[in-house]
């Protein structure tokens, strides 16, 4: 055979070797990328959850929250003759708490509305009847039973699940108080923002600060 035709042959068998080997690699690659994409995106979920993990309080924890609050509570301030709930998630904290203290509490539960910033819709109109409460803003209302204005109460607590800047706690905290001008009125809520605690407006009772945005509660997203 032709030296030159042998020669040709080596190089084509050669260079189809080649091409499997880089073939291969390329292969090798892409399924290595393909990994690692994957497990960032996997160790990036991880992160989110245990982010969102690290910012959700549990049952156990407003259990054992009410129950150190009820004890600092109890201390400094008695025992509470009734409790205002700004809404019913305040509700659920006020119940935790009249459990710790170990009496029957008259718990009087607000109605609240908030508007969605992105929501163009005219808030609804505040409930008729027996209820009222502090003037309503552009953004929400909040009323409550007109039985609130009672002279027999004299310790009075205001009861929530958090406060975001506390401006909304400020206001009805005001109302209640005029509601009950013989009653001493104090507030507590299981937790608060930095917002509401570096600009001054923060519960008389609360021990946790959380993030402004992205907290969870049992009940879902603090709002």
Known sequence: M????????????????????????AARAQRMLVDAQFRLEQNQ???????????????????????EYAADIRADFGVPDAMV????????VAYLLMTEFGVEIPIFTGV???????????????PMGNWEGPEPTDRCWNVYPSALRSTQYRRV????????????????KAFVQSAMPEA?????????TQTAKNTGNRPDYCKIVVED??????????R
């Open 45 to 67: 979920l991880e992160a989110r959850e245990r982010d969102r993990r690290a910012r959700t309080l549990i049952w156990d924890d407003f259990r054992r929250l009410a129950r």
């Open 157 to 172: 607590l205001l009861v929530d699940d958090w406060v975001r800047s506390g401006l909304m706690l400020k206001r009805v």
């Open 213 to 222: 945005e992205g907290t969870y509660f049992p009940w879902g997203l603090a």
């Open 2 to 25: 032709d030296p030159s035709n042998l020669l040709g042959i080596a190089v084509g068998v050669l260079g189809l070797i080649l091409t499997l080997i880089f073939e291969r690699k």
């Open 85 to 92: 709930a700004v809404g019913p998630r305040g509700a659920i």
């Open 112 to 126: 609240s509305y908030l508007k969605d910033e992105a929501d163009g819709k005219p808030l609804p109109p505040t």
């Open 184 to 192: 001493t009125v104090k507030s507590c809520t299981i937790a608060m």
